[in-house]
């Protein structure tokens, strides 16, 4: 069964400029969740996707957005990029089973924001 | 306010040796726990998990225990070894009210010694 996979793995956009990440789940996942990973602040979560619906938020501002497509193809829109939002941003797929979720991450997508 | 806390940045410890990575939580409503191992430049891959129904739980050289009433578990890694060198995240998650969100530790950085 072939693993999460994320693209593109390393991207490079300047102040301003918007930056759209791809996460293909595991297949039969109907979960993504989407991670920051910083020096500072470790792994936070940004929010989750459940059959096309999020399903669950975390504390980082309207900037940052997703959708999930019907196929559970999830996507990651940061707009107006900061400095500051350089980070590798994991993607990870689950079951979403309410009682025994884990999640299996990909490779990540490495952001600097020059 | 950090809900998850891993108050060992690194743990060195020789070939062959048992390795006791600890982690503390801090909200009562966590019913699920996961281990990960992550190195550098990689997506954080899944190791074990437990059930808050449950205090321990095996998987190979890999047993993670759970003390409730302390609000403590444990990896322990028997016996260790070079390729376990890694660093090594705790995360928690409340099934039951926010599927899809995983609050990690800080993590700490194993070195197993040949």
């Known amino acids: 069964k072939a693993g999460v996979t994320q693209t593109p793995r390393y991207l490079i956009k300047t102040r301003g400029q918007q930056v759209t990440l791809s996460c293909s789940p595991i297949?039969?996942?109907?979960?993504v969740s989407w991670y920051q990973q910083t020096p500072g602040q470790g792994l936070q979560f940004l929010f989750e996707y459940f059959s096309e619906t999020q399903r669950n938020k975390g504390n980082f501002p309207g900037r940052f957005s997703g959708r999930q497509f019907s196929n559970s193809r999830s996507e990651m829109n940061v707009s107006t990029l900061e400095l500051g939002d350089s980070a590798l941003y994991l993607c990870?797929?689950?079951?979403?089973?309410?009682?025994?979720?884990?999640?299996?991450f990909g490779p990540g997508t490495r952001l600097t924001v020059l | 306010d950090q809900q998850v806390k891993q108050n060992s940045p690194s743990l060195s410890v020789q070939e062959g040796r048992i390795s006791i990575l600890n982690c503390d939580y801090t909200?009562?409503?966590?019913?699920?726990f996961l281990w990960y191992k992550k190195y550098p430049a990689e997506g954080p891959t899944f190791l074990i998990s437990i059930s808050s129904i449950k205090d321990k739980n095996e998987d190979g050289r890999f047993t993670v225990f759970l003390n409730k009433s302390a609000k403590h578990l444990s990896l322990h890694i028997v016996p260790s070894q070079p390729g376990d060198s890694a660093v090594y995240f705790c995360a928690a998650s409340v099934l039951r009210g926010s599927q899809g969100n995983l609050i990690f530790g800080k993590g700490t950085k194993l070195s197993v010694k040949p």
């Open positions: 297949s039969g996942h109907r979960s």
């Open positions: 909200n009562s409503m966590f019913d699920y």
């Open positions: 990870a797929s689950g079951q979403g089973n309410r009682f025994a979720d884990t999640q299996y």
